[in-house]
């Protein structure tokens, strides 16, 4: 804990330092003065509900490797804070690709807290994914959408429900 503070301080050091050679300075510090995450493609707030984020890997970078999938497939990354403390569910359900579902810590790359490949319910079809976990309010996670295999990229839907 103390070496990850250690690492982040150094980070914002490194930022101010070039503040005026690379114009570092116009990054815009989240509300509650962090710095925002580069490895996210967009924040999805304390969002819940069907469809919080409707996307389309297609032509997105392959950034990540999940825990469960996703080699060479182009993926998607989103930070979700919870909105209260409890059990929540994120799916991929209508998604029109084999998705995987990686949940992460949130900085960049973030450790894996979950990961699925098939949702085992039979809330949707048999490729989308799901993960469950607790969460404690105003807790943060990143949210990975990838494709299991490389050729496997395209429309996604993100839903989001308390259980
Ligand atoms: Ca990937
Ligand atoms: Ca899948």
């Known amino acids: 804990m103390i070496r990850r503070h250690h ?7 490194l930022c101010v330092a070039f503040v005026s050679a ?13 710095m925002p995450l580069a490895c996210i493609d967009a924040d999805l707030g304390e969002s819940l509900g069907p469809e919080v984020f409707v996307g389309n890997t297609f032509g997105e970078q392959d950034d990540i490797q999940t ?5 060479s497939a182009p993926d998607m990354a ?33 450790m894996m807290l979950a990961c699925n490949d098939d949702i085992e319910s039979l809330a949707c079809g048999a490729f989308e994914s799901e993960v469950r976990f607790e969460a ?28």
């Open 67 to 71: 825990f469960c999938g996703g080699d």
């Open 22 to 34: 690379l114009g570092c300075g116009e990054v815009t510090l989240t509300d509650d003065g962090r």
């Open 78 to 110: 989103f930070l979700w804070t919870a909105p209260s403390s409890g059990l929540f569910s994120i799916n991929t359900c209508g998604s029109a690709f084999d998705t995987v579902l990686e949940l992460r810590t949130p900085e960049c790359p973030g």
């Open 7 to 13: 690492v982040r301080l150094q980070s914002i050091s």
């Open 136 to 163: 404690r309010e105003n807790q943060q996670f990143i949210v990975v959408v990838d494709g299991l295999f490389f050729s496997e990229a395209g429309d996604f839907r993100i839903n989001v429900r308390k259980l």
